[in-house]
């Protein structure tokens, strides 16, 4: 890819980035630099949900090379080439609409990229400044660093031809860089709000058992739920969403013929054995079942964080929508396989475990704040002065 064709696709991404920048410091909020970590995490959750659709439609490899599409910045420029592809192979996977669903998923990508240098350069200035903890820097640093190693896994993605274990290992940097901003925001939130009362009417000593008990809880429920989306991802890389067509059975059993050996050797072409030979179909079904057997430890674990976490004012709201979403959750699973896959279907199966990582990561931080604040009360009494956030 030539210089100018480089220049032009980071023009691309300054000009997403662009908007959303315009729309943040144009507003009227007093706390700009809070609001762009928010306006982020909704941009981050659209580039996951847009990055599942570009898997699903099979367009991964709508532009077989990286970071441009046949060295050019756009698709129109390169429409030969394109063309003489999809004409070729009809049904390929380079087509001239697989071809702008990879781009475009490239140019978000590209978009947060440089919305995270500006919150960097942002935050180094006003630390500089005022020292304020509020623009502490190590966080966006890190934001810098988790999209740099996902920009990477994204070039291999395509130069690896799908290799499923570096798809999922994107799918997961996706959705850690989602947790990382939303924790970033809580913080902010946290920072910039003026605290409210936590729960009254039990000691202090009592509500400080309960959350450490809802801390230790809170943390297997993300440790489950990114256990369960890589298990979702491993099913989508490897094509296996149909291996089991029905439910609650697959393949007619409760417990169908599994091929655990071949289905989860990681390192392996798409649809090939680890020695080259094509994938057994009982190692699709072993994928599949997997991912639906691991689905009963994320209810249990998530719905009891989430029972435990209502009986807690300050933490109902969060558990509340947890539970809602879950339960969607489950139900766009199950019609996933019902309806035969259906993409809408699909794309809002994988908008719900993004949402899912979203609920997830703010239940830890306001666990983690509260049970701070409670601590932080003087003596014996009852737990007063600590965020609701």
């Known amino acids: 890819m030539d210089l100018s064709s480089l220049i032009h696709l980071g023009l691309m991404g300054l000009l997403v980035a662009s908007l959303p920048l315009a729309i943040v410091w144009m507003s009227s909020?007093?706390?700009?630099?809070?609001?762009?970590?928010?306006?982020m995490v909704f941009l981050t959750f659209d580039l996951i949900v847009f990055g599942g659709f570009t898997r699903l439609t099979d367009s991964g490899l709508g532009c077989p090379?990286?970071?441009?599409?046949?060295?050019?910045?756009?698709?129109?420029?390169?429409?030969?080439?394109?063309?003489?592809?999809?004409?070729?192979?009809?049904?390929?996977?380079?087509t001239v609409a697989k071809a702008w669903i990879e781009m475009i998923h490239r140019?978000?990508?590209?978009?947060?990229g440089a919305l995270i240098l500006a919150l960097l350069f942002t935050s180094v200035k006003q630390w500089r400044r005022t020292?304020?903890?509020?623009?502490?820097?190590?966080?966006?640093?890190?934001?810098?660093?988790?999209?740099?190693?996902?920009?990477?896994?994204?070039?291999?993605t395509v130069t690896l031809k799908l290799q499923p274990v570096i798809v999922t290992i994107h799918l997961l940097l996706g959705m850690t860089l989602l947790a990382m901003l939303v924790w970033m925001g809580c913080r902010e939130?946290?920072?910039?709000?003026?605290?409210?009362?936590?729960?009254?009417?039990?000691?202090?000593?009592?509500?400080?058992?309960?959350?450490?008990?809802?801390?230790?809880?809170?943390?297997?429920?993300?440790?489950?739920?990114?256990?369960?989306?890589?298990?979702?991802?491993?099913?989508?890389?490897?094509?296996?969403?149909?291996?089991?067509?029905?439910?609650?059975?697959?393949?007619?059993?409760?417990?169908?013929?599994?091929?655990?050996e071949h289905g989860f050797h990681l390192w392996r072409e798409l649809g090939k054995t680890m020695e080259g030979h094509y994938l057994p179909f009982s190692a699709l079904?072993?994928?599949?079942?997997?991912?639906?057997a691991f689905a009963l430890a994320v209810v249990l674990v998530l719905g009891l964080a989430?029972?435990?976490?209502?009986?807690?004012?300050?933490?109902?709201?969060?558990?509340?929508?947890?539970?809602?979403v879950m339960v969607a959750q489950l139900l766009t699973g199950i019609a996933?396989?019902?309806?035969?896959?259906?993409?809408?279907?699909?794309?809002?199966?994988?908008?719900?475990a993004a949402l899912l990582v979203i609920l997830v990561t703010m239940l830890n931080y306001r666990v983690k704040f509260q049970l701070d604040a409670a601590r932080a009360v003087p003596a014996p009494g009852l737990a007063a002065s600590a965020s609701t956030h």
């Open 29 to 39: 909020d007093a706390h700009k630099y809070r609001k762009l970590v928010w306006v």
């Open 285 to 292: 079904v072993a994928i599949h079942w997997v991912h639906r």
């Open 336 to 352: 996933t396989v019902y309806f035969s896959f259906p993409l809408a279907i699909a794309v809002m199966h994988n908008a719900g």
């Open 131 to 156: 020292h304020d903890a509020v623009f502490q820097p190590a966080m966006p640093i890190a934001l810098l660093a988790s999209v740099l190693v996902q920009g990477a896994f994204g070039a291999w």
């Open 189 to 260: 939130d946290a920072l910039l709000k003026p605290p409210a009362a936590l729960q009254k009417g039990g000691t202090v000593r009592g509500l400080v058992a309960r959350l450490r008990a809802l801390r230790w809880l809170s943390l297997l429920a993300a440790v489950v739920l990114t256990v369960q989306i890589a298990l979702g991802g491993w099913v989508s890389t490897n094509y296996a969403t149909m291996a089991c067509d029905t439910f609650p059975l697959c393949q007619g059993a409760i417990v169908p013929e599994l091929d655990f």
């Open 65 to 94: 090379d990286w970071p441009g599409c046949y060295g050019e910045a756009n698709p129109f420029l390169a429409h030969e080439q394109i063309s003489a592809a999809e004409a070729a192979m009809p049904t390929g996977p380079v």
């Open 107 to 112: 140019y978000l990508a590209m978009g947060i």
């Open 306 to 324: 989430a029972w435990r976490a209502w009986r807690l004012p300050a933490l109902g709201k969060t558990a509340r929508l947890l539970v809602l």
